[in-house]
């Protein structure tokens, strides 16, 4: 029984195909274990579910074949969101409108400061002290 998920296939005829396949076995007598089946569904996968893979093999997940099938479900319903974002998100500049000519640009101008150049010593017998408001010290 060596079948492979296409790339782009729904994951849920997928599931349920295999599934069915197993429960095949299970009238002809081959029981399969637990383990075994939820390998067989997982290593089918293509390699768009490694991520969903490795994190159902990393928190060691116990799920029936259904809810695995559910889980599968969920994260090509996220990984579709996704690349939906990353393609909308991908345009930089608005299609809409008419088109605005560029002003080149030149190199940034700096800004050099006005600053004064302080005194290096002032007379403290001025100055009043702000703590105990006495001059000079």
Known sequence: MITRMRDGASIHEYGVKMIGHIEKLVKLYLVIPHELS???ILLSLPSSF????????????EATLEELVNMLVNYETTMKKEKYVFLVGSSSRSKKGPKKKEKKRSAPMKIKPNKKPRPTKLNQSEHVCFHCNKPGH
């Open 38 to 40: 939820t390998d067989i």
């Open 50 to 61: 490694d991520n969903f893979v490795v994190n159902f093999n990393m928190n060691k997940l």
